[in-house]
């Protein structure tokens, strides 16, 4: 998993936030005072095109990958999401939970629940609204996979409105998690949130059979040309030999093996593993 760095694009985020609130929601009152209305994300916050150029800064933040399973989300031609990490309906408490945690950039000063900015009269920017602002929205792919079944799912669409620890805002997250041979990932002894990783892993459905099979073809291929891989796209015969010589070492991996070779002998499985060169050298 990559670390998040907001503050990259901060300025630019804020510029699109603050042009829908001023040109979408500020109503001035007759005394001369002015105040927010109708804040709102499925409705004029798409309809006027700030969803979309939200979605274009985030990625590029990002660098393209999704926040979750660092699936390549320029190289793919399936839904891109923006997910709230604070849900867009959440009561005070929940709120409080996010803010609480202490993760930068979800702090007090930066991010309001939209419905406390829209019921103060000359509410001044910052704290801006959760729905919109772009401390709380990364980018995410739609979790789905050639087999498309819900089981093997992951990331926004399987999360929903559950709570999570948003740890791609942790700086040293990537010192925090250990990649397994079978591919599975787990927060590691150097990580001091252990148990909010586990659990946010969980719910993301970041260990789903599908990512675990890719990640462990990545730690098994991890020294050979990208560009071999590639060619065995379009090349059944070297994909085949290229599997054999790989798999099939770890007597207690050998069912696993035996699915992966079916699977990714499939061409849509082997691009959709092509997505996941995040991984390259780094497992």
């Known amino acids: 998993m990559k670390y998040i760095d907001k503050s990259v694009h901060l300025e630019e985020g804020h510029v699109i936030t603050d042009h829908y609130l001023n040109h979408c929601c500020r109503i001035v009152d007759g005394n001369g005072g002015y105040h927010y209305q109708n804040v709102d994300y499925d409705g004029t916050f798409g309809r006027t095109g700030a969803k979309d150029d939200m979605v274009q800064l985030a ?6 990958y999704c926040c979750y399973c660092m699936r390549d989300l320029n190289m793919q031609n399936q839904e891109v999401t923006l997910e709230h990490i604070i849900p867009q309906s959440c009561d005070r408490a929940k709120f409080n939970y996010y803010v609480g945690l202490h993760v930068t950039p ?20 910052p704290p801006r609204p959760h729905t919109v602002t772009f401390e709380n929205l990364v980018v995410s792919c739609d979790g789905t996979f050639p087999d498309r079944k819900g089981s093997s799912q992951c990331c926004n669409h399987k999360r929903g409105q559950e709570d999570i620890y948003p740890l791609f805002y942790v700086v040293s997250v990537g010192d925090e998690i250990s990649y397994m041979e079978d591919g599975s990932m787990q927060p590691n002894s150097q990580c001091s949130h252990q148990e909010e990783y586990r659990d946010t892993i969980g719910k993301v459905r970041l260990n789903c059979n599908n990512l675990r099979d890719i990640r462990r073809l990545w730690h098994l291929f991890n020294g050979e040309d990208q560009r071999v891989l590639v060619s065995c796209l379009n090349d059944k015969d070297l994909r085949n030999k290229m599997l054999i010589t790989v798999l099939f070492k770890k007597q207690n991996l050998m069912e696993q093996d035996s699915n992966i070779l079916t699977k990714f002998m499939k061409d849509e499985y082997w691009k959709t593993f092509l997505l996941y060169h995040w991984f390259h050298g780094k497992i």
């Open 106 to 125: 979800l702090t007090a000063d930066s991010v309001v629940r939209t419905v406390d900015f829209t019921g103060v009269s000359n509410m001044t920017v």
């Open 59 to 64: 990625l590029d933040n990002q660098e393209n």
